[in-house]
T-cell receptor
């Protein structure tokens, strides 16, 4: 499989705590993307980090990338109940002249009020 | 500026019937991707289309499934003779150019297909 794999599969925390989700992938990448999915909805793009970047911030989100370990992490600081969702990492898979995003199975985050 | 529009939102079919799922990409986007998601699973790539062309259908089952993106109108994912295993959420995503080259995808809200 060319997918990224998120870890943990599920995470439950209290409001105000930080949430860390990890993603490992198998092939070399140009960029890695994180998406969020609320229950029953489509995915929403959160952040993209390029292979030559090590860390990126967006509001309460912090993403790191370690290409030597083929891994990335998503940190949500000062979590809120509204952050409850599934989070997916995605990488580009090249095949036969085509490019597509492939997704991991996701981390299901529950933030308890 | 409307986002990616998918309809219907929910679709119920009996075994053996046909299911047609529609997707209108964002304005100005010429690349459409279809993904399937089973409960508690990630998204599985099915097909990548540009206007009037199928670029990559490596994720599509060989039988009963087809997709098109005509010059005019929405992209259609068609499932013939549906079986219970086809029950899933089907998501469409679009991008202004090849999605992998540093471009993010914009997703619709999905069509939940239930096969009785």
């Amino acid at each position: 499989s060319q997918q990224g794999e998120e870890d943990p599969q599920a995470l439950s925390i209290q409001e105000g705590e930080n949430a860390t989700m990890n993603c490992s992938y198998k092939t070399s990448i140009n960029n890695l993307q994180w998406y969020r999915q609320n229950s029953g909805r489509g995915l929403v793009h959160l952040i993209l980090i390029r292979s030559n970047e090590r860390e990126k911030h967006s509001g309460r989100l912090r993403v790191t990338l370690d290409t030597s370990k083929k891994s990335s992490s998503l940190l949500i600081t000062a979590s809120r109940a509204a952050d409850t969702a599934s989070y997916f990492c995605a990488t580009v898979f090249h095949q036969g002249g085509s490019e597509k995003l492939v997704f991991g199975k996701g981390t299901k985050l529950t933030v308890n009020p | 500026n409307a986002g990616v529009m998918q309809n219907p939102r929910h679709l119920v079919r009996r075994r053996g019937q046909e299911a047609r799922l529609r997707c209108s990409p964002m304005k100005g986007h010429s690349h459409v991707y279809w993904y399937r998601q089973l409960p508690e699973e990630g998204l599985k790539f099915m097909v990548y289309l540009q206007k009037e062309n199928i670029i990559d259908e490596s994720g599509m089952p060989k039988e009963r499934f087809s997709a098109e993106f005509p010059k005019e109108g929405p992209s259609i994912l068609r499932i013939q003779q549906v079986v219970r295993g086809d029950s899933a959420a089907y998501f469409c995503a679009s991008s202004p150019q090849m999605g992998g080259l540093g471009e993010k995808l914009f997703f619709g809200s999905g069509t939940q297909l239930s096969v009785l």
